[in-house]
């Protein structure tokens, strides 16, 4: 059981069978959904009329169930928008904008409107009275299993595999790109409040996320409600979590279904349950976007001094960036030239003592997440840039030499959402084909994504280790860049902030390691937390020429 996870829910005698034809159900017909719902094992809060309490109690335990009455009156006496909605129901103009509208739930139910209007609210006063004292809350219709086995909550147990849905707050969308309305909201206003015609609409049946994502949610909600309302405006709550998608689209993933699903959200869970859910999230786009260039170096002023040649060897890149080196030297003796480097161009030097390249590497992900820089670039110190006079190919047969291949990585970087973007294809101790994390993960880890292929060598490296599940290769101005389950290692990469917290602060390490990185990184990204990519590329060239006694070497 997810302990942090609120499940939100309720359910009501709206007396729906009296609606129109085609929608008239009873309410057995939902109490019998509801309980397969109740037998799933999670912490749920349940809004609930008094007098179908005890049904509740026939199939919850009290130690992981809250009540709170709400009874059905309370969406016309409480609803603030309960007048306005009856007025617009009934309203010719609106019941003439589609042969469906006028039999409908919304047309022919006083309460259809105000009841899924309030979800919204509903899940907002959930993460106030807050009975489990949870982090993250989720609503989920009572009737839920009419349409969504109840094998995915009870069996597979979705509700325990919500991490890597929500980190922002979640919707699930289905393309809806045709028609004059979209639930009865004019599709002319729909595209006046999204600032364009949209092309989906977010489902009620299941939304949530963090608390303070909700409460920020709640008022942007209320807002739209009340202007669209007042404008004559009326869909359900679909139509605004739809507008509010489109309204603050950096604040908000989706789950994407697909033509073929009909509007359906059993996709979805299905995805939670194999864990591939992929979502799209939108991020907003920095026009002068801050990047701090870290650097780690240790003992040998001559590996730095080269690699800050190399950097100089790029047009418009050594100046455009913040940059740190992290000195690890324990040589007292090479303390003042390191500082003299620094100095001369214009690198702020933070000195420690050994920490090692993984504690380094862990040190930069806290100074980044403190600093006000959008990136950041991450090099040891005998990774060089190639100049541009490289005209040559790596041993993959890519590019050695990219034409702003910091400007060019940022874009794709905006344009894809990525959390990591590595910058060498190849590298000095293999490539990118083959997938390392295969020797780092945890056994059962491997049984599960290598069920065929799960046992180590007993020396050495395997010939036939498993190869990068690669996914779309695409390109933005030139430079292609492929997607996929693309390992961790500690060569240069481009990272985003909420990337950066993801990979090395939401769990920490007390001494990390890169191969310990390269597990959880694999796996957070198998979950669809994290979301890495690799240049097509191969701009960088390892040259280790000054080597100190490996009893010197420490990784963290």
Not at 168 to 185: A, V
Not at 402 to 413: E, G, H, Q, R, Y
Request: hydrophobic share 35%; glycine share 6%; proline share 5%.
């Amino acid at each position: 059981m997810n302990k942090n996870l609120t499940v939100v829910t309720g359910i009501w005698d709206l007396k729906r069978n009296s609606a129109g034809e085609g929608f008239k159900r009873p309410f057995e017909h939902y109490l019998e959904n509801f309980k397969k719902l109740l037998a799933t094992d999670c912490q749920m809060l349940i809004f609930i009329e008094k007098e179908n309490e005890e049904f509740v109690w026939q199939h919850r335990d009290r130690s992981n169930t809250s009540i709170i009455h709400k009874e059905s009156s309370e969406f016309k006496n409480n609803f603030p928008f309960y007048e306005e909605v009856s007025e617009i129901r009934k309203r010719e103009e609106w019941l003439n904008q589609s042969s469906w509208l006028p039999e409908s739930t919304q047309a022919t139910m006083d309460l259809y409107n105000p009841m899924v209007m309030s979800k919204m609210f509903m899940l907002h006063d959930a993460t106030i009275f807050n009975p489990f004292d949870t982090d993250y809350f989720v609503w989920i219709d009572g009737g839920i299993t009419n349409t969504v086995h109840e094998g995915y909550f009870t069996h597979d147990k979705v509700f325990d595999k919500l991490d890597c849905c929500l980190d922002k707050f979640l919707f699930i969308s289905f393309p809806y790109k045709d028609g004059p309305e979209i639930h009865g909201f004019r599709r002319e206003g729909m595209a006046e409040y999204c600032g364009e015609d949209p092309q989906y609409v977010c489902r009620g049946g299941f939304f949530g996320g963090h608390k303070k994502a909700i409460s920020e949610s709640n008022g942007l909600y209320y807002s739209i409600l009340f202007n669209s309302i007042k404008e004559g405006y009326m869909g359900t709550e679909e139509s605004i979590f739809t507008i509010m998608s489109y309204v603050e689209p950096e604040k908000y993933a989706r789950y994407e279904l697909k033509e073929e699903d009909a509007g359906l959200i059993s996709p979805f869970f299905e995805s939670l349950k194999n864990e591939t859910t992929t979502l799209q999230e939108s991020l907003v786009q920095v026009e002068n976007p801050k990047v701090s260039l870290y650097v780690i170096t240790f003992n040998f002023p001559e590996q730095f001094d080269k690699l800050i040649k190399s950097f100089k060897q790029i047009p418009n890149f050594f100046d455009s960036v913040e940059k740190y080196v992290i000195d690890n030297s324990v040589d007292e003796k090479v303390f003042g030239e390191f500082q003299k480097l620094a100095n001369e161009n214009d690198f702020t030097l933070i000195k420690k003592d050994n920490i090692g390249i993984c504690g380094g590497r862990q040190f930069i992900a806290e100074h980044f997440d403190s600093s006000d820089s959008d990136y950041m670039l991450f090099f040891e110190d005998d990774m060089y840039m190639n100049p541009p006079s490289e005209t040559g190919f790596c041993a993959n047969g890519f590019m050695k030499y990219v034409d702003d291949l910091l400007p060019k990585s940022i874009k794709i970087m905006q344009k894809e959402n990525f959390d990591i973007l590595k910058w060498c294809f190849t590298e000095v101790f293999g490539d990118n084909k083959t997938q390392w994390s295969w020797y780092n993960v945890p056994q059962d880890i491997r049984e599960k994504f290598w069920p065929n292929y799960n046992k180590l060598p007993e020396n050495g490296t395997d010939p036939n280790a498993p190869l990068v599940d690669f996914k779309n290769i695409n390109s933005l101005d030139g430079l292609p860049y492929i997607t996929g389950d693309i390992y961790y290692s500690n060569w240069p990469q481009i990272v985003s902030k909420s990337g950066n917290k993801k990979m090395f602060l939401d769990t920490k390490w007390a001494h990390p390691y890169e191969q310990t990185w390269m597990s959880h990184i694999f796996q957070e990204t198998k979950k669809g937390k994290i979301n890495p990519a690799i240049l097509l590329a191969s701009p960088i060239t390892h040259d280790r020429f000054k080597h100190y006694d490996q009893k010197l070497r420490v990784e963290s």
